[in-house]
């Protein structure tokens, strides 16, 4: 345990810190979210980035492998030794020239950031490595997490790979995408499936763990958003250390934005980066907490002291008004986002903004994105498609360098993709027709033939 880093609430009122083994979900003082602080004047921290290029032929040590912990010196809340890994992060940072095209950016000027190419196939495993290695330290035995499936994958394979503590996962019935579900089973987590959606499974495991002694790993932990940072260190290690005009990540529980912002904050703090980029967070209309509550009615974060009755009367009016997130981009399909406060606090230094896109935006540049190479799900399309609204509203202009993180596997809900590509219509009509997608102009459709050679070399022609 390193005895440079502590807990700390990020309410400005309050900061009491608390230490790195104990367990909290929220400061026991105030109920604000904890961040993990370091002590980093008595800390080794390099002087410029390119310092931790270094280490990049230590490539055998598992730790300076993993894309998480060979940025160690940023998240020292243990030695680097403890830390634990199963081989995460090691993402690519693509230029996507035709994409940059179909979102309004001159040629070379949009990089996809490939979280999908993590082990469960998520940027969560970012996170994961961190909340393992904090579960690791206190000693616990299991762990938990509500999810809309890739916390729950993530979980699920670390807990297999590396037999620190069981897997538990609540999940809201028929909410979560086939390809998450099946990897949770397979790498055998104890999977409680809860007649309701995501928030019910939230607030649900949340005082399950608490009852039970169970350690909780959604992102509510800090230890898990520390390893999520280095998504943004990995961008830069990737542009050689130049700084990007824009990212632009999905927004569901608001995990990474906030993240993203506390890592910009300490490397601006540490004076190893000279600006902030800025940060674009995209909602899916059929879920739009916070494009609501920033964008239409003007919550800030005002130095930590945010209006908590416009955020309580929201909830409210969404309650009594049966409100409910919807959306095909499942992953993001979330009406309470834990890490709210967190969030705008990112979008306070990093000059953010928030946007809205429609399921057939998010399916049209899911499409594009597949088109381009390596693909990716719903959700982390939405980082493309809310580009491409901020290129055309003339607050992103086409010759900033942005980078949209894709931050999951396409392989995660194949129903959406064959939905999509109208292999079937009756998918199309269960699951795109129904959220009022009416097209499909980039549908590369199967070309179905009878079994006869003639026929066949035609459909080729
Ligand atoms: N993209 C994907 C693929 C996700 O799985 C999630 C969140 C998000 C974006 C949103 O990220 O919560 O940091 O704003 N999935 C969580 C889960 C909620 O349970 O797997 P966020």
């Known amino acids: 345990m390193s005895e440079h880093a502590f807990q700390i609430c990020i309410n400005p009122k309050c900061r009491k810190t608390y230490g790195i083994s104990e367990i909290h979900h929220a400061c026991p003082a105030c109920g604000e979210l904890l961040d993990v602080g370091y002590d980093w004047d008595k800390l080794p921290v390099p002087k410029k980035l390119s310092d931790f290029e270094q280490y990049w032929p230590n490539r055998n040590i ?105 897997a538990v996962i609540f999940i809201g019935s028929g909410k979560i995408a086939y390809g998450k579900l099946s990897q949770a089973l397979d790498y055998g987590a104890k999977t409680i499936q809860i007649i309701g959606d995501f928030d019910d499974a939230m607030s649900r495991v949340q005082e399950v763990s608490k009852k039970l002694r169970i350690y909780l790993v959604n992102s509510v932990n800090p230890f898990r958003l520390e390893g999520q940072k280095t998504i943004m260190f990995r961008v830069l290690e990737q542009l050689r250390w130049n700084i990007p005009d824009w990212i632009v990540v999905p927004g569901g529980n608001l995990g990474n934005s906030s993240s993203f912002g506390k890592a910009f904050l300490e490397l601006k703090q540490l004076g190893l980066l000279e600006k902030i980029p800025r940060l674009a967070v995209i909602n899916a209309e059929g879920a739009d907490t916070l494009y609501r509550l920033v964008e239409k009615e003007g919550l800030r974060w005002n130095g930590g002291e945010y209006d908590k009755t416009l955020i309580e009367k929201f909830y409210a009016d969404m309650d009594t008004e049966g409100r409910r997130a919807d959306t095909i981009a499942s ?105 009022g997608v009416t097209e499909t102009p980039f549908a590369n459709e199967p070309i179905t033939v009878p079994n006869q050679l003639e026929v066949i070399l035609d459909a080729l022609k």
């Open 62 to 166: 598992p730790q300076r492998f993993s894309g998480v912990w060979r940025f160690h010196h940023l998240l020292p809340f243990v030695p680097i030794e403890d830390c634990v890994t199963i081989g995460e992060g090691q993402t690519i940072l693509q230029n996507a020239p035709f994409m940059a095209e179909y979102v309004g950016l001159k040629r070379g000027k949009l990089h996809l950031q490939y979280e999908g190419m993590n082990p469960s196939g998520s940027f969560k495993d970012n996170g994961m490595a961190g909340a393992f290695t904090h579960g690791k330290l206190v000693g616990a035995s299991r762990a938990a997490c509500a999810s809309t499936g890739n916390t729950s994958a993530s979980l699920a394979l670390y807990a297999a790979v590396t037999r620190l503590m069981k």
């Open 331 to 435: 992953a993001i399909e979330i009406n309470r986002p834990v890490n709210l406060s967190k969030c705008l606090r990112a979008i306070d230094a990093c000059r953010g903004v928030v946007r809205e896109v429609s399921e057939q935006e998010i399916l049209d540049a899911k499409a594009q994105v597949g088109q381009g190479g390596l693909g990716c799900e719903p959700a982390s399309a939405a980082s493309l498609a809310g580009t491409k609204k901020l290129i055309t509203e003339g607050v992103i202009t086409p010759d900033e360098r942005v980078v949209c993180v894709l931050t999951g596997h396409q392989l995660k809900d194949p129903n959406a993709t064959v939905a999509y590509h109208r292999m079937d219509e009756s998918l199309y009509d269960k699951y795109l027709r129904v959220r």
